[in-house]
């Protein structure tokens, strides 16, 4: 039984015994227990580091609809466990802290949402996977940055859709199919703190550098890219670009895989507009630490759940999302 003050807080930080070798104590969890650590790129270096699968949100997705693991500890944010739990739900799934949000997520209440829907029917319905399982229940397909232009190209060009909740991709999907989709008026505080000046600002010392920009990033600075896509796309785009220096405009805990991949190469993350710190961090992903990490596989809590229900009708458009991804071959 959980103490009823981690409960509360929902992770257990329960200090670890000194001289424990946390990192072999974890591997050794993972076997007796079949559970299967996966990491998002912006969760700290070390938490990367442990992880038996690290992936941007579609390869996470993609992941967990396959794995024979009994237990999924989803170092991530919230929405990526419910996707998890959604498609595995006979497994555990479990994340280190609760309170691992997603400012897109919570940008878009699924109370407020059914009624922007509800206001526009026969419009088909397209969610930005950064969404809770209760906003993907009133979706028609779920997407990810990887495949968010595919996915709207699927369907005849004069179908009207809704996006939702990211109004940055949304737009610059528009943009790129020459569609007119409905944007749903929410953004994700880190991707939009990026600015055109403090970006030209390093390209000027850096000339030679090239610039890579998340779609979830404002119109200016995506109009700054040399290339644009999701985590995994600029860090393939990092490792086989003959450019030896890169800008990133993304969260900086990307560039831990980025200099992993690429050693010889110089990354450099682009910072904030409103601080004097040199990158952009999602304060959501960085709750998740070794030792809760370590915590949450010993007590097997906090574990992600989501509502029958609302799991019965999310998975269909999270399945959709699946199968185009597999036909276009993503
Ligand atoms: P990716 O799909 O690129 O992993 O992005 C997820 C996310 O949360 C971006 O902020
Ligand atoms: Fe959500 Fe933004 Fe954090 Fe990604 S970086 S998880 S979109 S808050």
Known sequence: MVDKKWQELGYIDEPIPEGTDIKAEIR???KEKNALIMAHYYTEASVQDIADFIGDSLALAQKAATTDADIIVMCGVHFMGETNKILCPDKKVLIPDL?????????CPADAFEKFVKAHPNHTVVSYVNTTAATKALTDVVVTSSNARQIVESFPKDTPMIFGPDRNLGNYI???????MLVWDGACH??????????????????????LVHPECKGPV????????????????????????????????????????????????APPDDSTCACNECSYMKLITMRKLYNCLKYEWPTVEVEPEIAKKAIKPIHRMLEISKQLGL
């Not at 528009?174 to 007119?180: F, P």
């Not at 990026?194 to 610039?211: D, G, M, T």
């Open 190 to 211: 880190v991707h939009e703190k990026f600015s055109v000046e403090r970006i030209l600002e390093l390209k000027a010392q850096h000339p030679n550098a090239k610039i």
């Open 28 to 30: 050794k969890m993972c």
């Open 174 to 180: 528009n943009k790129l199919t020459g569609r007119d």
């Open 99 to 107: 309170n691992a949000s997603c400012s897109l997520a919570e940008s």
């Open 222 to 269: 995506v109009k700054l890219a040399d290339k644009v896509g999701s985590t995994k796309a600029l860090l393939n785009y990092s490792i086989h670009d003959e450019a030896q220096e890169f800008i990133v405009a993304t969260e900086s805990g990307i560039l831990t895989e980025m200099q992993k991949s690429a050693p010889q190469k110089t990354f450099i993350p």
